[in-house]
């Protein structure tokens, strides 16, 4: 009897063992510490409903606005990958960024296009020749998918001016006259938004075209959307991908070993939150980008996981000083003078 409990006792020890045995990754390789992951959001969730609905509808064109650091290039690369997943064949999407530039410049704007599409000669000929180039390019892939559709991402687009939008409206003319819908969706600050206000007067082709539909990006703004990023990192993100091993889990195995999730914590952090702010005579009303969220959240598992010190879970403390080094706070008061 004696042995049996014995044997019985070892196998316990031995398989809680194994439940705290780490991938072997090596240092500074994990996602968080490279900080180069994307993770589900309920702003990201609603956005998708919104751009599949112009999609579906074949729209020509909307725009996605906020603030600076809500987290608008996440978003969109995430929508990018999911398409990619889930629709794959229905239609080619596309992400290109604008690039300041004192002046409009029709040779720049067809090769950053060109760049940005990873096409190999991005960066030959004149204007003309990659013009044509970019369009044969977009007829190509468009031709090939399912619904002859081209879904075109611009991120910064409120750098873009009057002659660059007619020279879209060039592409989307010549693909259009080929059967191949362009839709193209603006990504930018704010001042977008404004732009669309000053078109309607000024330019009302551009509109019509381009920024048909609206949506504002928002950051978190309850503490709900708070709990579902951080459930995220307890059961949906996982390095290696199938591994079991979710962020939270690798950062603070023996905490979550005990049961312990970040998600169970919204309220400690959620009020951790407020009580900075209110410190430092924040008054505006709550919307954290999501650029200083993630930070937060990546700060405190780095400096206080596995790989550096080791803790067992997160205090109040931690999260204290996480939110204060992020930045966060900075941005704000500056923003609120």
């Given at each position: 009897m004696k042995e049996r409990e014995n044997r019985m006792e070892d196998s316990l020890q031995h398989s809680y063992s194994d439940e705290l045995k780490r991938p072997n990754i090596p240092y500074g390789a994990h996602p968080i510490e490279q900080g180069d992951y994307l993770i589900d959001t309920i702003a990201i969730n609603d956005l998708?409903?919104?751009?599949?609905?112009?999609?579906?509808?074949?729209?020509?064109?909307?725009?996605?606005?906020?603030?600076?650091?809500?987290?608008?290039?996440?978003?969109?690369?995430?929508?990018?990958?999911?398409?990619?997943?889930?629709?794959?064949?229905?239609?080619?999407?596309?992400?290109?960024?604008?690039?300041?530039?004192?002046?409009?410049?029709?040779?720049?704007?067809?090769?950053?296009?060109?760049?940005?599409?990873?096409?190999?000669?991005?960066?030959?000929?004149?204007?003309?020749?990659?013009?044509?180039?970019?369009?044969?390019?977009?007829?190509?892939?468009?031709?090939?998918?399912?619904?002859?559709?081209?879904?075109?991402?611009?991120?910064?687009?409120?750098?873009?001016t009057s002659n660059e939008y007619e020279w879209l409206m060039d592409i989307f003319n010549e693909l259009e006259s080929y059967g191949i819908t362009l839709t193209t969706i603006l990504v930018g600050q704010t001042e977008l938004s404004h732009r669309r206000n000053v078109y309607l007067s000024t330019h009302k082709q551009i509109v019509g075209r381009f920024m048909i539909q609206e949506q504002r990006f928002y950051g978190i703004t309850e503490q709900d959307e708070l709990a579902y990023l951080l459930s995220s990192y307890d059961n949906i993100a996982q390095?290696?991908?199938?591994?079991?091993?979710?962020?939270?889990?690798?950062?603070f195995p023996v905490g979550y070993s005990y049961g312990l999730r970040l998600e169970n914590d919204t309220d400690v952090i959620w009020q951790c939150i407020h009580r900075v702010r209110a410190e430092v005579g924040i008054k505006k009303?709550?919307?954290?980008?999501?650029?200083?969220?993630?930070?937060?959240?990546?700060?405190?598992?780095?400096?206080?996981?596995?790989?550096?010190?080791?803790?067992?879970?997160?205090?109040?403390?931690?999260?204290?000083?996480?939110?204060?080094?992020?930045?966060y706070v900075n941005a704000e008061v500056i923003q609120n003078q």
């Open positions: 998708a409903d919104s751009v599949l609905k112009w999609i579906n509808l074949r729209n020509t064109g909307a725009i996605i606005y906020g603030d600076p650091r809500l987290g608008k290039t996440n978003a969109v690369k995430y929508l990018s990958r999911f398409f990619d997943i889930k629709y794959g064949d229905q239609w080619e999407t596309f992400i290109v960024r604008t690039r300041k530039m004192k002046n409009s410049n029709e040779n720049r704007f067809f090769k950053y296009l060109l760049k940005d599409m990873r096409h190999e000669l991005y960066d030959e000929g004149k204007p003309d020749e990659k013009r044509e180039r970019l369009i044969n390019f977009l007829l190509e892939r468009g031709d090939r998918s399912v619904r002859n559709q081209i879904v075109l991402f611009i991120d910064d687009a409120q750098r873009l390095y290696p991908v199938n591994s079991g091993w979710t962020y939270s889990r690798y950062f009303e709550l919307e954290i980008p999501m650029h200083y969220m993630i930070s937060i959240i990546n700060y405190v598992l780095k400096k206080y996981g596995a790989n550096e010190e080791n803790k067992e879970w997160p205090t109040e403390n931690m999260w204290r000083e996480a939110i204060i080094e992020s930045g």
